[in-house]
């Protein structure tokens, strides 16, 4: 069988992080993300112009520019002063140094050496993420070559070990090259120890060096305590296992593809024979009408019939046509128009990944019985409902074009990535929370309203009776100003100790004026009732304590 070989090859990654919180510094002036790296750059320059990153004629950047619809062009280029400004969505780094990435699939083999096209580091207003992109391109490689590395490149760690300690599932070694062939980083995925030890030190999910380096001055989070660590921005992974992807292949003739090349070009599965599937077959039943774009695609042998086939599988999106002179235009919709639906989707599934990870942090560290804790929690979730809100109007569309092809490509990628159920999971969250808040503030309005209530009705015996006594039947008009002085601490001091006793023992109090109220119990019962004001037993107590506990978290929230 005649090998199949593709003749142009493009992978690019869409790598999102979660990035830790900053520090906030007033007097340094630095409260964003871009803003700390712009300190500290690094190999990263600031792109000050998103609509212009590609070439400075714009003719790139129109195409892209006039493919969505206005509110996408203001998140992806900016518009006027919004653009320029401080509250500009998107803020882009390109960095230049690596110019090749060499990948060895497994050992002993000839390693194959690819071009390093597109290097970028993207951050959002208000959101704690951050979103690398990295493109390889080659040409002229073995499918099975092609398949392996959309399988394994995109791994930022070895999942496991075969038994001569080589990771598995994963590249025997990558090397990212600078000029004139020099060795910038290379991976460690056969390091069995290293990323045993740092899970077993810092419980958080390692990965390789040499995607470390790519990410740099930025530091992975367990790195913060090495010694000789800069404070700076750190990250930990939202998308653990593979880092979501998207390729560009051509051949000289897409229909000598077998159903199992296109579901391993789909999945980014496992290279086998072009005779079998990488799956079983009820698993595959729905594959070309769930997973196939077939817009452009006809099965037929007519030589001049459509032969451009899109595939969305999960994490990984793969566009195939027959190489020629239509193969250039596809592209340059492949590496712009397409490249930018596929920031965005991959954006909003991290977005919400970090959304949801905020609430579950602030949950997790509440603590009903502390006040601090309870204080930062109602801080923190009122700090993520802002973000929520915001992420609401400014980042989630529906809708970002009017193109159909557009427009099908943007519901199709963001099914597959799920991220509607994602939304609709931390719309839910955030609605739970809300009504926890709101419960809870009306709870102490209750409570405050009742206790009120109990001094305000007690306080009125006192009141008719000082009243009666202010009718002229005792004269101290005549008195020195220090006897005038001493009767009203005489009266005063007294008067407070009750209001305040009276507070304390409120609760008491309104059980009582509450079974007075009630015509189905005995006067005994009621007398007993008034009884537990002075004579509260043990567990009464203890219960008083557990709602004064969370009464008290309350107070100044």
């Known amino acids: 069988m005649t090998e199949k070989i593709v003749r142009e090859f493009h992978h690019t990654l869409l790598w999102p992080v979660q990035l830790r919180p900053l520090k906030r510094d007033a007097s340094a002036g630095v409260v964003h993300y871009w803003e700390t790296l712009k300190r500290h750059p690094g190999p990263w320059t600031y792109v000050d112009d998103p609509l212009l990153i590609n070439d400075d004629t ?3 950047g129109y195409e892209e520019f006039v493919y969505f619809l206005p509110y996408v062009q203001r998140f992806l280029y900016g518009v006027g002063d919004e653009g320029a400004g401080r509250q500009s969505s998107l803020h882009v780094f390109n960095r230049h140094d690596i ?61 496991a070990w075969d038994a001569a300690m080589h990771g598995a599932h994963s590249p025997d070694k990558v090397t990212f090259l600078g000029e004139g062939g020099a060795v910038l980083a290379e991976s460690d995925y056969s390091d069995q120890s290293r990323y045993l030890s ?103 042998t007519n ?34 128009q397409f490249y930018q639906i596929g920031l965005i989707a991959n954006f909003h599934k991290a977005a919400l990944l970090s959304l949801s990870n905020r609430f579950s942090r602030a949950v997790e560290r509440l603590n009903v019985r502390d006040f601090e804790s309870v204080k930062n ?110 009767i009203f601490f005489v009266v005063f001091v007294p008067t407070a100790a009750l209001a305040l006793y009276t507070v304390v023992i409120s609760k008491r109090l309104a059980n009582f004026m509450e079974s007075m109220a009630s015509e189905g119990l005995t006067w005994r019962e009621k007398f007993a009732q008034f009884r537990q004001i002075w004579g509260v037993n043990k567990r009464q107590i203890a219960r008083d304590r557990r709602d004064g506990a969370g009464l008290s978290s309350d107070i100044n929230s």
Not at 105 to 114: C, F, G
Not at 431 to 449: F, S
Request: hydrophobic share 40%; proline share 5%; glycine share 6%.
């Open 58 to 60: 714009c003719v790139i």
């Open 99 to 159: 110019k090749h990435a060499q990948i060895q699939l497994r050992p002993d083999e000839t390693a194959i050496t690819l071009d390093v096209l597109r290097t970028r580091l993207y951050f959002f207003y208000d959101i704690d993420v951050a979103l690398i992109v990295l493109e390889i391109a080659g040409n002229n490689l073995p499918l099975p070559d092609v398949v392996d590395i959309m399988d394994r490149f995109g791994r930022p760690y070895a999942p």
């Open 198 to 300: 740092l899970v077993r030190n810092s419980r958080q999910t390692p990965i390789s060096k040499h995607w470390e380096y790519l990410l740099q001055p930025m530091q992975p989070a367990y790195a913060a305590a090495a010694p000789g660590a800069r404070a700076g921005l750190r990250y930990t992974q939202l998308e653990n296992k593979r880092i979501p992807a998207m390729s560009y292949l051509t051949f000289d003739d897409p229909r000598e593809l077998s159903r199992g090349d296109m579901v391993r070009i789909g999945f980014a599965a496992k290279w086998g024979d072009s005779g079998t599937l990488p799956f079983a077959e009820p698993f595959l039943v729905d594959f070309e009408r769930e997973n196939c774009y077939d817009r452009y695609w006809e099965t037929n």
């Open 303 to 336: 030589p001049v019939g459509m032969d451009t086939r899109y595939l969305f599988c999960g994490l990984s999106f793969a566009a195939i046509t027959r190489v020629g002179p239509g193969s250039n235009i596809l592209l340059r919709q492949f590496r712009h």
């Open 377 to 486: 929690f109602k801080r923190d979730v009122r700090q993520t409902l802002e973000v929520f809100l915001r992420f609401n109007h400014r980042y989630w569309f529906h809708e970002i074009s009017n193109q159909v092809q557009a427009s099908d490509f943007f519901k199709y990628w963001s099914r597959e990535l799920d991220s509607v159920a994602l939304y609709a999971e931390v719309r839910e969250e955030a609605r739970d929370i809300n009504e926890y808040l709101d419960a809870d503030r009306m709870r102490k309005q209750t409570d405050n309203a009742m206790r009120l209530t109990v001094v305000s009705s007690c306080g009125m015996v006192g009141t008719v009776a000082t009243g009666f006594l202010g009718m002229n039947l005792y004269s101290h008009s005549d008195l020195p100003i220090s006897f005038k002085v001493i």
